[in-house]
């Protein structure tokens, strides 16, 4: 199985300067046994999101200049 966790929450974290951190959805430790792969939360589909935006923006940009 490839798990793809796309939900990113906020926990308190004493040990973080900020006081929390970021976890997703997933219980990342358990499954990471088992799946094939996974994508790590923060860092994992972000930059995807990102490039998914500004090709989305490049391609209406386009269709609005045509």
Excluded: Q, Y
Excluded at 7 to 25: A, F, H, Q, Y
Excluded at 41 to 48: E, F, L, Q, S, Y
């Amino acid at each position: 199985a490839v798990v793809i966790d796309c939900g990113i929450s906020s926990i308190s974290d004493p040990s973080k300067k900020t006081g929390s951190r970021l976890v997703g959805d997933v219980d990342f430790d358990n499954c990471k046994e088992v799946a094939g792969a996974i994508t790590p939360v923060p860092g994992g589909v972000g930059p995807m999101t990102v490039a998914m935006l500004i090709s989305n923006t490049v391609d209406a940009a386009k269709a609005v200049s045509s």
